[in-house]
Nanobody, 120 residues
Framework: QVQLVESGGGLVQAGGSLRLSCAASGSIFSINAMGWYRQAPGKQRELVAAIGGRTNYANAVKGRFTISRDNAKNTVYLEMNSLKPEDTAVYYC????????????????WGQGTQVTVSS
């Protein structure tokens, strides 16, 4: 099994910054792509940013958010700057993991989510 544990959420005023972290642990041989998704009340979960061979960002966060990862620590980060009230959501970490070797299939895992609230 693989566990993803997020941290760094909280309450911030508009224009402020937060840094989210997500550490993967457990049966890990290799991690392919890692990413951050978010879900606001009444809305579907959406991709915020992903990092694998390249990085991808949702249009709404380009230029404000930066995703990075530390492969030695199996950790992915999301630096969020110039936060807006519309960024308020539960942010979820996602990882595609091979558990025991190159022959094992990639399996997708999710963290429990961390709340980000941006006040106006």
């Amino acid at each position: 099994q693989v566990q993803l544990v997020e941290s760094g959420g909280g309450l911030v005023q508009a224009g402020g910054s937060l840094r989210l972290s997500c550490a993967a642990s457990g049966s890990i041989f290799s991690i392919n792509a890692m990413g951050w998704y978010r879900q606001a009340p009444g809305k579907q979960r959406e991709l915020v940013a992903a990092i694998g061979g390249r990085t991808n960002y949702a249009n709404a966060v380009k230029g404000r958010f930066t995703i990075s990862r530390d492969n030695a620590k199996n950790t992915v980060y999301l630096e969020m700057n110039s936060l807006k009230p519309e960024d308020t959501a539960v942010y979820y970490c996602n990882a595609n993991v091979r558990s025991t070797g190159w022959g094992t299939p990639l399996r997708e895992y999710w963290g429990q989510g961390t709340q980000v609230t941006v006040s106006s």
